[in-house]
């Protein structure tokens, strides 16, 4: 392993629905001048995805039922945001004043089931996350290894937070092109190790938010000089069965 760059794509255009992000970026790489090499991989904010997939919702247009009105009670979100939260959970978890802990339906454990109104311009739009990250993530990997003529690993991302810790964190809640767990089974010393499984796709969407700074529009990072294992399998590897779940 040698040294690791984290390259931000700038001057990315303004996404908007129906626009194809591997096109954009692809557009955006040649206005910078810039080639992808082999080895090189990218981490998307969901952002910019979701709004290319046309997940953003009117407010006024979400029908509230009688149970996200009961919810809202006793909260500090707007029915209508309760609603979005109950249509894109597979489960409530837990509701508290400021948040309700959901597992969407893509079954990650998050805060809101990713529900989100920020970088949105208009107060009655939210965001939801893309229906499926995993098949997101693949096309526009196979868009952007078709151009460049080589394998370009695509991670999408969001930030979550952590149980018993505070702030936020980019975790991958998509991907293609790369193995997202990576299983070591020997130390330095050569001694067997037991599950020791890493992550390898929620870090690298990690060391990518450094470089996604809320308020600078930096939603594209390419990591370079990562020796990723070649994998199609997606994010969802990630995910811990209910049954291996000592919180829930």
């Given at each position: 392993?040698?040294k690791?760059e984290?390259?931000p794509l700038v001057?990315?255009p303004?996404?908007?629905?129906?626009?194809d992000i591997?096109d954009l970026?692809?557009?955006?790489?040649?206005?910078n001048?810039?080639?992808l090499r082999?080895?090189?991989?990218?981490?998307?904010a969901h952002?910019?995805v979701?709004?290319?997939?046309?997940r953003?919702v009117?407010?006024?247009?979400v029908?509230?039922?009688?149970?996200a009105?009961k919810?809202?009670?006793?909260?500090?979100?707007s029915?209508?945001i309760?609603?979005?939260?109950?249509n894109e959970s597979d489960k409530?978890l837990?509701v508290e004043?400021?948040?309700?802990l959901?597992?969407?339906k893509?079954g990650i454990v998050?805060?809101n089931?990713?529900?989100d109104q920020?970088?949105?311009?208009?107060?009655?739009q939210?965001?939801?996350?893309p229906k499926?990250?995993?098949?997101?993530?693949?096309?526009?990997?196979m868009k952007?290894?078709?151009k460049f003529?080589k394998?370009?690993p695509v991670?999408i991302?969001?930030?979550?937070?952590?149980?018993?810790?505070?702030?936020?964190?980019?975790?991958?809640?998509g991907?293609?092109?790369?193995?997202?767990l990576?299983?070591?089974?020997k130390?330095?010393h050569?001694n067997?190790?037991?599950?020791?499984?890493?992550?390898?796709?929620?870090?690298l969407?990690?060391a990518?938010?450094?470089l996604m700074?809320?308020d600078?529009?930096?939603?594209?990072v390419?990591?370079?000089?990562?020796?990723?294992?070649s994998?199609k399998r997606?994010?969802k590897?990630l995910?811990?069965p209910?049954?291996?779940?000592?919180?829930i």
């Amino acid at each position: 392993m040698g040294k690791l760059e984290l390259i931000p794509l700038v001057k990315l255009p303004i996404v908007w629905k129906g626009c194809d992000i591997g096109d954009l970026l692809i557009k955006s790489m040649e206005n910078n001048k810039f080639n992808l090499r082999k080895n090189d991989l990218i981490v998307i904010a969901h952002k910019i995805v979701s709004i290319s997939e046309g997940r953003i919702v009117k407010l006024s247009d979400v029908k509230i039922s009688s149970k996200a009105k009961k919810i809202s009670k006793k909260t500090n979100k707007s029915a209508e945001i309760i609603q979005l939260i109950i249509n894109e959970s597979d489960k409530i978890l837990k509701v508290e004043k400021d948040f309700i802990l959901t597992k969407d339906k893509n079954g990650i454990v998050a805060a809101n089931a990713g529900v989100d109104q920020s970088n949105l311009k208009d107060r009655n739009q939210a965001l939801l996350l893309p229906k499926n990250p995993d098949k997101s993530a693949k096309e526009i990997s196979m868009k952007l290894s078709k151009k460049f003529k080589k394998l370009i690993p695509v991670i999408i991302s969001d930030s979550v937070g952590r149980p018993w810790r505070n702030g936020l964190t980019q975790i991958a809640i998509g991907s293609y092109g790369l193995k997202a767990l990576v299983k070591y089974s020997k130390d330095f010393h050569g001694n067997e190790l037991f599950d020791t499984d890493v992550p390898v796709s929620d870090e690298l969407s990690s060391a990518a938010g450094l470089l996604m700074v809320k308020d600078k529009g930096i939603p594209v990072v390419i990591i370079r000089g990562y020796n990723y294992i070649s994998n199609k399998r997606g994010a969802k590897g990630l995910i811990r069965p209910d049954n291996e779940n000592v919180f829930i």
